[in-house]
Each structure stands twice: as structure tokens, then as C-alpha cells.
């Protein structure tokens, strides 16, 4: 009797890329690196699989300069996903550059309005502002209170 295999080989591009972002996402980057190259072989020119080739680029290879290279070509391809501007975004966080990386993102927002991770990374990205009273911690409830009703003003005085 043989033994079955626990995950079936990908065959195609779209099994490739799912593979792909599973181990991604699980933070098996040099693993994932070679998924994604192979699922390029497979289909060469794919933006899905030159814009994840950019960022695992960076984070296993350290090249940051061929990893932004790559993220743009995926980006001038399809403008419109939001993952692609997310994964260019993370190239620049990671080389701590966190001005570019939030423009990125801006971007970002701009082609795919809602994007989840777009949001959730650009709120992570931008600064908060000082507390209010310093000699007071953060989360007292004065500093909280008077943050919330600034924050209100800035936000009438803007509109």
C-alpha cells in the first residue's frame, strides 16, 4: 500500500499562487520565494507573481532596490490592486522607509478605495500625535478626553 501525499503538488498558476500565499502568509518566506518563482515559470509576466517575488525579495534576499523594481512592474500592470501598492509598501517599511512606504499606500488607496490591509497598515504607519498634557501618560483620562475633543476641532476646522 503507498502512502498518500499530505498536500498534492500545484500544477497550475492558480495552485502555485494559492500555495504561495499560504506560506506567505504563515511566514514561510524562502518558501514561499521558490513557490511563487516556479508559479512565474509557469506564467511568465503575471503580475500576482512578480509582485510577491518583489516582497519576499526583500525580506529573504534582502535586495531592496530589485524588490521595489519588481512591486513597480506589478503596480504598472494592474494599478488598480490595492495588494500590489501593500507589498511594495512593506519593501519600504522594512528598509525603514516609512515616509515612502505610507505614500505608497496613499496610493494605494486611491486605485482600490477600502482596501482593508491598505487601511490597517497606513493607520499602523502614521504617527500619533503627542498626548496632550506631557507630564501626564498617555492613556490618562484627561490626556484622553482633551485628544478626543482636539481631534474633533481639527476635523470641523478641516471640513
Known amino acids: 500500500m503507498t502512502e498518500q501525499k499530505a498536500?498534492?503538488?500545484?500544477?497550475?498558476?492558480?495552485?502555485?499562487?494559492?500555495?504561495?500565499?499560504?506560506?506567505?502568509?504563515?511566514?514561510?518566506?524562502?518558501?514561499?520565494?521558490?513557490?511563487?518563482?516556479?508559479?512565474?515559470?509557469?506564467?511568465?509576466?503575471?503580475?500576482?507573481?512578480?509582485?510577491?517575488?518583489?516582497?519576499?525579495?526583500?525580506?529573504?534576499?534582502?535586495?531592496?532596490?530589485?524588490?521595489?523594481?519588481?512591486?513597480?512592474?506589478?503596480?504598472?500592470?494592474?494599478?488598480?490592486?490595492?495588494?500590489w501598492y501593500v507589498n511594495l509598501a512593506t519593501v519600504y517599511e522594512k528598509s525603514r522607509q516609512k515616509e515612502e512606504a505610507a505614500l505608497v499606500l496613499r496610493r494605494g488607496l486611491v486605485a482600490e478605495n477600502g482596501h482593508r490591509e491598505l487601511l490597517s497598515m497606513l493607520k499602523k504607519l502614521q504617527p500619533r500625535r503627542k498626548p496632550f498634557i506631557g507630564s501626564l501618560d498617555r492613556d490618562h483620562p484627561i490626556n484622553k478626553l482633551l485628544g478626543m475633543v482636539s481631534h474633533r476641532l481639527i476635523k470641523k476646522k478641516a471640513s
Open 7 to 83: 498536500h498534492a503538488e500545484p500544477k497550475t498558476p492558480a495552485e502555485f499562487y494559492k500555495l504561495g500565499q499560504t506560506l506567505y502568509r504563515g511566514g514561510y518566506h524562502g518558501q514561499a520565494l521558490a513557490v511563487f518563482e516556479k508559479g512565474l515559470d509557469l506564467a511568465p509576466g503575471d503580475p500576482r507573481f512578480i509582485s510577491y517575488i518583489g516582497v519576499l525579495t526583500a525580506l529573504v534576499r534582502r535586495d531592496v532596490k530589485k524588490a521595489i523594481e519588481l512591486c513597480r512592474k506589478a503596480i504598472d500592470e494592474q494599478p488598480y490592486v490595492g495588494q
